[in-house]
């Protein structure tokens, strides 16, 4: 049983099936396990301290990282195809375009999901989101943000993606925004964090980049850097 990876399940199928099973129920150590899974749903603001091997999804045999090239532009045109690099053969492979042609997008990983932000299509700025699954070789539309969004950052923490910032086509933007199952202007953190602060990135920031480390969103802008408790 320790050698599954429970917390991995989701919610609703731990609690409706593994924690009916009777054998779990009665089994001191199954049960402490069942309780883990359930701490690393229920509490996400401490899954850095919480994580242990069974809440890493296990990797192929001699897979390694991947990197993405998404979208872009050149001189006179605006891109919505796409290139994945293998770091072990030290190649570069054309995967599905965008359904959007997107430049100065933002684009985060969540889960085994690529998600591409906002950017701009060569007329105006964007507020789509669509996102790419690397199994099928495709990519499918998400929740629109509230507000559009180029030259933005975006990040990845906790399982939620995060827009900081950029360029709305009439000014540069402060504001930040979250996604748990769809947009939300944030002024604060969602009630599930300890720390109550994601405060607006001051001043506006045409060209911001964010990354989420140590329980943290940071971003990074001309000006300086924003970190986020």
Same mark, same amino acid.
């Given at each position: 049983?320790?050698?599954?990876?429970?917390?991995?399940?989701?919610?609703?199928f731990?609690?409706?099936?593994?924690?009916?099973e009777?054998?779990?129920?009665?089994?001191?150590?199954?049960?402490?396990?069942?309780?883990e899974?359930?701490?690393?749903?229920?509490?996400?603001?401490?899954?850095g301290?919480l994580?242990?091997?069974?809440?890493?999804p296990?990797?192929?045999?001699?897979?390694?990282?991947?990197?993405?090239?998404?979208?872009?532009?050149?001189?006179?045109?605006?891109?919505?195809d796409?290139?994945?690099?293998?770091?072990?053969?030290?190649?570069?492979?054309v995967?599905?375009s965008m359904?959007?042609? /997107?430049?100065?997008? @933002? =684009?985060? +990983?969540v889960?085994?999901? &690529? *998600? $591409?932000?906002? #950017? !701009?299509? %060569?007329?105006?700025?964007?507020a789509?989101?669509?996102?790419?699954?690397?199994?099928?070789?495709?990519?499918?539309?998400?929740?629109?943000?509230?507000?559009? /969004?180029?030259?933005? @950052? =975006?990040? +990845?923490?906790?399982g939620? &993606? *995060? $827009?900081?910032? #950029? !360029?709305d %086509?009439?000014?540069?933007?402060?504001s930040?925004?979250?996604?748990?199952?769809g947009?939300?202007?944030?002024?604060?953190?969602?009630?599930?964090?300890?720390?109550?602060?994601?405060?607006?990135?001051?001043p506006g920031?045409?060209?911001?980049?964010?990354?989420?480390?140590?329980?943290?969103?940071?971003?990074?802008?001309?000006?300086?850097?924003?970190?986020v408790p």
């Open positions: 049983m320790k050698c599954v990876r429970l917390p991995l399940l989701s919610r609703d731990l609690l409706g099936h593994v924690d009916a009777s054998l779990v129920r009665h089994h001191p150590d199954c049960k402490d396990l069942l309780i899974a359930l701490k690393f749903h229920l509490l996400p603001e401490q899954r301290v994580g242990t091997s069974r809440t890493r296990r990797r192929c045999e001699g897979a390694g990282p991947v990197l993405f090239a998404v979208g872009g532009g050149s001189l006179f045109a605006i891109h919505g796409c290139e994945a690099y293998d770091t072990r053969t030290d190649r570069w492979h995967v599905a359904s959007t042609r /997107r430049a100065r997008v @933002g =684009v985060a +990983a889960g085994n999901r &690529l *998600y $591409a932000v906002g #950017g !701009y299509d %060569g007329t105006s700025d964007l789509t989101v669509e996102s790419y699954d690397p199994v099928t070789n495709t990519w499918q539309p998400e929740v629109s943000m509230g507000t559009r /969004r180029s030259c933005l @950052g =975006v990040a +990845a923490l906790h939620l &993606l *995060y $827009a900081a910032g #950029g !360029y %086509g009439a000014s540069c933007l402060n930040s925004s979250h996604q748990p199952r947009w939300a202007h944030v002024d604060t953190c969602p009630g599930s964090f300890r720390q109550p602060a994601i405060g607006p990135c001051p920031r045409p060209a911001s980049c964010s990354s989420g480390i140590l329980g943290s969103v940071s971003v990074t802008a001309q000006h300086g850097i924003l970190v």
